[in-house]
Antibody, heavy 117, light 107 residues
Framework: QITLKESGPTLVKPTQTLTLTCTFS??????????VGWIRQPPGKALEWLAL???????RYSPSLRNRLTITKDTSKNQVVLTMANMDPVDTATYYCAHVNYYFDYWGQGTLVTVSS | DIQMTQSPSTLSTSVGDRVTISCRASQSISRWLAWYQQKPGKAPNLLLYEASTLESGVPSRFSGSGSGTEFTLTISSLQPDDFATYYC?????????FGQGTKVEIK
């Protein structure tokens, strides 16, 4: 059974760096073709893909956020970490991590991050 | 970037109705398209992938069709549990992109 869970701060101040951790079980990030991605959703708005890391450490980023995002994996801990620099109130959103099998087939419950001073 | 455009944005409908949601890609994505259902306060749930393949456990009243740039999600007979927002997503090329969503609401 594949499960994922996001963790991190619920409130960050503008200009701070956000660090989110996705802890997963039921699969290994060393398995060929497997990946973990991050998606966010501002309140009342659509889903937005942010970043993705594959089993071979291939990393992909949203071009519009590329200079603010870093994704890393720790295969031994079954974790993927996303950092987003220079947070702004417009980054207030629910952040999801998801298992990738060409598409997002398993999702975490999401974590709401509010950016406010 | 490949833009995904869904229509309509909102659909007011009734239990038992046949529902069709369209998704258009700004360039060909072959059949690399997924559909998700999202209920308020919940994570999205995968319904279909490769445009028409039903994910395990998803009711057969959901179906998908299309290729290239035009895709359709159909719910053959809407059930009370189906009132939700639906998103399409292309995974043909990076950056992966989602449609803006279609909210299916009670008429």
């Amino acid at each position: 059974q594949i499960t994922l869970k996001e963790s991190g701060p619920t409130l960050v101040k503008p200009t701070q760096t956000l660090t989110l951790t996705c802890t997963f079980s039921g699969f290994s990030l060393s398995t060929v073709r497997v990946g973990v991605g991050w998606i966010r959703q501002p309140p009342g708005k659509a889903l937005e893909w942010l970043a993705l890391v594959f089993w071979d450490d291939d990393k992909r980023y949203s071009p519009s956020l590329r200079n603010r995002l870093t994704i890393t994996k720790d295969t031994s801990k079954n974790q993927v970490v996303l950092t987003m620099a220079n947070m702004d109130p417009v980054d207030t959103a629910t952040y999801y991590c998801a298992h990738v099998n060409y598409y997002f087939d398993y999702w975490g419950q999401g974590t709401l991050v509010t950016v406010s001073s | 970037d490949i833009q995904m455009t869904q229509s309509p944005s909102t659909l007011s409908t009734s239990v038992g109705d046949r529902v069709t949601i369209s998704c258009r890609a700004s360039q060909s994505i072959s059949r690399w398209l997924a559909w998700y259902q999202q209920k308020p306060g919940k994570a999205p749930n995968l319904l279909l992938y490769e445009a028409s393949t039903l994910e395990s456990g998803v009711p057969s009243r959901f179906s998908g069709s299309g290729s290239g740039t035009e895709f359709t999600l159909t719910i053959s007979s809407l059930q009370p549990d189906d009132f939700a927002t639906y998103y399409c997503q292309q995974y043909s090329s990076f950056p992966w992109t989602f449609g803006q969503g279609t909210k299916v609401e009670i008429k």
